[in-house]
């Protein structure tokens, strides 16, 4: 993927956003928020991926991402959580929960996609661990950024909107660590907050 074993800041923002659209669209598929016919099969990672066939959800994932990777670049994305909902009620019944941080590791592209691997394995197994979801869902993708004292950091495009509380009850909760993924300069930990 790339030439020199040194990936630049804007390449390794890129994986990651890969890693988060992998892992958001195979989320939405395990857990039934969207059809089988909304997506489709690719190999990627060693492993059957799926992607979005349904035009709306790519570009309201695809959006969100591009955004995330402009953050990513700057350093300025905290987390990224993806929550599904009851499509009635609007409770949140699962929160994956992105953490993402500022590395400096030497990596190879082999040892990254090891990790990516496990990761998105990691989110396979998790929903045989999980219950099913009884009940029409959606979904909402939040991004928490860290300020930087920066107005050109800081400033929020009047495209995004500021995000209610979207927790579940601490005494109504049960969590889930899940593998982690890296490239030279960023790190994602994967953790599940699902209503017990």
């Known amino acids: 993927m790339f030439s020199s074993s040194v990936i630049p800041i804007k390449g390794s923002a890129t994986l990651i956003t890969d890693y988060l659209r992998f892992s958001i669209y195979s989320i939405l598929f395990l857990r039934g ?12 990672y ?4 799926v992607v979005a066939l349904n035009e709306e959800l790519e570009a309201y994932v695809g959006g969100v991402l591009d955004q995330v990777e402009e953050w990513l670049v700057r350093n300025t994305v905290r987390q990224v959580v993806l929550l599904i909902a009851s499509k009635e009620s609007k409770e949140v019944l699962e929160r994956w929960v992105f953490e993402v941080s500022k590395v400096d590791h030497s990596k190879t592209e082999e040892e990254m996609n090891r990790e990516v691997h496990l990761m998105l394995a990691g989110i396979r197994g998790t929903n045989s661990m999980l219950s099913d979801i009884q009940e029409p869902t959606l979904c909402n993708i939040v991004v928490y950024k860290r300020l930087t004292g920066s107005i050109k950091d800081d400033v929020i495009s009047d495209a995004w ?14 969590e889930v660590k899940l593998k982690s993924a890296a490239t030279q300069h960023h790190k994602l930990e994967l953790t599940v907050v699902y209503k017990a």
């Not at 928020?33 to 990627?44: A, C, G, L, R």
């Not at 060693?46 to 991926?49: K, R, S, V």
């Open 33 to 44: 928020v969207y059809s089988v016919e909304d997506f489709f099969i690719i190999n990627k």
């Open 46 to 49: 060693g492993l059957e991926l």
């Open 161 to 174: 909107e500021e995000a209610e509380q979207t927790g579940i009850p601490l005494d109504d909760s049960s």
